[in-house]
């Protein structure tokens, strides 16, 4: 899924009942997208990412397969993800620190 948009290595996927949040890592970006579980109809999707100490980067509206993908300056940084499709959301805390 990598080249649907997200550089890097895949670091993490937060599964929540609608869909699941992949989160890409390279050596100096950190990158996510929410990802629909079942492609299809129109709905609202968002995705963020925040790196520690700096302001989120989001991309929100109604999509038929994935919100993003959005990307971050990290290095060395933690970073804070937040998706949602439809009714199903899900966040990180801080995490790749």
């Known amino acids: 899924m990598a080249g649907e948009g997200c550089g890097g290595r895949l670091a993490r ?3 929540f009942s609608t869909g699941e949040v992949r989160i890409y890592k390279s050596r100096t970006q950190a ?17 963020s990412i925040q790196p520690r100490g700096g302001a989120p980067v989001r991309d929100a509206g109604r999509f038929t397969r994935y919100a993003g993908p959005v990307t ?3 290095i060395s940084r933690c970073v804070y993800v ?9 966040d990180s805390g801080w995490i790749l620190c």
């Open 31 to 47: 990158c996510a997208m929410a990802v629909a579980r079942v492609p299809g109809e129109r709905r609202p999707m968002e995705v």
């Open 82 to 90: 937040k998706g949602s499709v439809g009714a199903g959301s899900v």
């Open 13 to 15: 996927t937060l599964p």
């Open 72 to 74: 971050v300056g990290a």
